[in-house]
């Protein structure tokens, strides 16, 4: 099925528009010459909130900035490297669980979410001593399509299938939480992100999937109904994977953006 780790997935952008307030809304007062010879690239939109490092309500702050970013994520916004989310597209997702009740391979292509700017940011937690950030996500509702190819077992039972898929994820908590760890480049405070854990809910879920054993309909359709009835069992067998998968990739994005700007940029006094 369009795997639940994609509802995950679909909230990059709310992830990121904190990431991007929080290590660099300050960026845009502060950029200078020196600045640019450090290999720092382009300045940024001026539509960035500032945040400061010490200002006692910087929680607040930061929530403040994604707020005022949320309206450019339809288009994107080229200068941050985020791409238009609406839809968000989504090249390729692999997931791979080789034990317990549910053992497949599977691959999803060319994925079209739609919702994902519509997050609620719940909550969010900057701990710069301990140099720790937790944020809590809410997705009302994600629609999403891929082509895909299946193969394995899932609750014992047998499946196997390529070819078009569909999914709707309705009332998704998320939390994550990125722990850092501050380096010294070139006389710099830099920030490395060392740990990138994530947690995911899913209130409901349906899916369908096309072309289900070389398209016998028969059993495709008794399949779907079978995932459908069972998505939360097949959820919580794979959800382990999918949380590390997911985890791993926000760990390169997030430092992606920490390596380009030292932190005296990034968040100044």
């Not at 300050?26 to 010879?37: E, I, M, N, Q």
């Not at 941050?80 to 669980?97: D, K, T, W, Y």
């Not at 009740?101 to 079209?112: D, G, I």
């Not at 994005?253 to 932190?263: D, E, G, R, V």
């Amino acid at each position: 099925m369009t795997s639940p780790g994609t509802a995950l997935a679909a909230g990059a952008p709310a992830l990121v528009l904190v990431l991007v307030a929080l290590g660099s809304a300050a960026v845009r007062a502060d950029l200078s010459a020196k600045d640019f010879g450090a290999g720092l690239g382009r300045p940024l939109p001026s539509f960035l909130k500032i945040c400061k490092r010490h200002d006692p309500n910087l929680n607040e702050c930061i929530k403040e900035a994604v707020e005022q970013l949320r309206p450019h994520l339809t288009e994107g916004i080229l200068e941050l490297g985020i791409p238009s989310c609406e839809p968000l597209l989504i090249p390729e997702v692999v997931v791979n669980q080789g034990s317990g009740a549910v053992t497949v391979t599977s691959v999803y292509r060319n994925l079209r979410v739609y919702g994902p700017s519509q997050f609620v940011l719940k909550n969010i937690k900057v701990d710069l001593e301990k140099n720790r950030v937790r944020v809590r996500l809410f997705l009302p509702k994600l629609s999403m399509d891929s082509d895909y190819f299946l193969q394995g077992r899932i609750l014992m039972l047998p499946i196997q299938g390529h070819g078009h898929s569909s999914g709707n994820y309705t009332n998704i908590e998320a939390t994550a939480t990125m722990t850092g760890q501050r380096v010294i480049r070139g006389g710099r405070e830099y920030m490395d992100v060392k740990e990138f854990l994530v947690d995911f809910q899913i209130g409901h879920a349906s899916v369908h999937l096309g072309n289900l054993f070389d398209g016998d309909q028969e059993l495709g359709e008794i399949m779907n109904k079978f995932l459908n009835e069972n998505w939360r069992s097949v959820a919580r067998e794979v959800q382990p994977i999918l949380e590390d998968t997911i985890a791993e990739l926000f760990k390169t994005f997030a430092n992606k953006i920490y390596h380009m700007y030292p932190l005296d940029v990034l968040l100044p006094e």
